[in-house]
């Protein structure tokens, strides 16, 4: 139990261009959703937390028109780059949390701007 | 605010032998969560272990163990029997029991298995 999936694994796209990240909690409803953005080498950087039905709370320094994000349902969370530049590209992971306070994460997506 | 250090950016072990990662936390909190999750090239964070802190009793799973010493504010993780699927990088993170859910990492210990 406790798998959360990510779409796509990876994107490639233009700049100025807008790209729509997905993750879903597959077989459990989660309370909370997170979205973390990772450099090479280096630890997971939290971007925002997304509780279903309310706006997301971003982390200092996260632009929130730039990286928009909606919790439509208990089950899916959706992270939009909007107008990507190169300095966007990065590993983008999120993560569900469960009632026992756990966090399961996905499998990440790379995004590469060019 | 929380912080979580791993002191040793880099570990190696041989296969079958034992393994020690240290993680050291700074909180005010009595209540609290601890975690290790383990990264491999895959990229896919993977819990390994989960500890509540008002349990005194030590986490384990299977081959994976922790010491928790609250009061030195220590969470080391104990990987036995080291297989070459354990090479990754592992992260320590805590977590709040009230208020905010999110997770505090540390910077990550990369472990490399030799056969």
């Known amino acids: 139990g406790a798998v959360v999936s990510q779409h796509p694994s990876w994107v490639i796209c233009k700049s100025g261009t807008s790209v729509k990240i997905e993750c879903r909690s597959l077989?459990?409803?989660?309370?909370?959703m997170f979205w973390y953005r990772q450099f090479p080498k280096q630890s997971l950087m939290l971007m925002a937390t997304?509780?279903?039905?309310?706006?997301?709370?971003?982390e200092q320094g996260v632009e929130k028109d730039k990286f928009l994000i909606n919790h439509a349902s208990l089950t899916l969370s959706t992270l939009t780059v909007t107008s990507a530049h190169p300095e966007d590209s990065s590993f983008y992971i999120c993560?569900?949390?469960?009632?026992?306070?756990?966090?399961?994460f996905g499998p990440g997506t790379r995004l590469t701007v060019l | 605010a929380q912080t979580v250090t791993q002191s040793q950016p880099e570990m190696s072990v041989q296969e079958a032998e034992t393994v020690t990662l240290s993680c050291t936390y700074d909180t005010s909190e009595s209540d609290y969560y601890l975690f290790w999750y383990k990264q491999p090239p895959s990229r896919q964070m993977i819990l390994v272990i989960r500890?509540?802190?008002?349990?005194?009793q030590n986490a384990t799973e299977n081959r994976f163990s922790v010491n928790f010493q609250k009061a030195a504010k220590s969470f080391s993780l104990k990987i036995s029997d080291s297989q070459l699927g354990d090479a990754a990088m592992y992260f320590c993170?805590?977590?709040?029991?009230?208020?905010?859910?999110?997770?505090?990492f540390g910077k990550g210990t990369k472990l490399t298995v030799n056969p």
């Open positions: 993170a805590y977590r709040s029991a009230g208020g905010s859910e999110k997770l505090v």
């Open positions: 993560s569900a949390s469960r009632v026992e306070d756990t966090q399961y």
């Open positions: 500890q509540e802190a008002y349990k005194q």
């Open positions: 077989d459990f409803q989660a309370t909370t």
């Open positions: 997304s509780n279903e039905g309310s706006k997301a709370t971003y």
